[in-house]
């Protein structure tokens, strides 16, 4: 009933930009966290980005002063602003929203890379 979409990935060259968004089918104010996961090729999932209930956001040491994570309340949506990247960015993101008691949904994932 709760589906995530994922918009905005692409092919970008090392220093551009891309934004990232997640709109889900039901008021995103219910979700105890909205968080954005990459999977590299041939790694393993790793958490990006998160924006909890309360306003704050957290970033992976990788990303840090590179990406920003936001919501907008009056869509449904949460964005990754992701600038200057770097080709180790290179992979599928996905959105991800978290309720309180443990119930998560996940997005099909859009594609991200970053050619030097």
């Known amino acids: 009933q709760v589906q995530l979409v994922e918009s905005g990935g692409g092919s970008v060259q090392t220093g551009g930009s891309l934004r990232l968004s997640c709109v889900a089918s039901?008021?995103?104010?219910?979700?105890?966290?909205m968080n954005w996961y990459r999977q590299a090729p041939g790694k393993e999932y790793e958490l990006v980005a998160t924006f909890t209930s309360r306003g704050t956001t957290n970033y992976a040491d990788s990303v840090k002063g590179r990406f920003t994570i936001s919501r907008d309340n009056t869509k449904e949506m949460v964005n990754l602003q992701m600038n200057n990247l770097k080709p180790e960015d290179t992979g599928v993101y996905y959105c991800?929203?978290?309720?309180?008691?443990?119930?998560?949904?996940w997005g099909q994932g859009t594609q991200v890379t970053v050619s030097s």
């Open positions: 039901v008021n995103i104010f219910r979700f105890n966290s």
């Open positions: 991800n929203a978290a309720e309180h008691w443990g119930t998560e949904y």
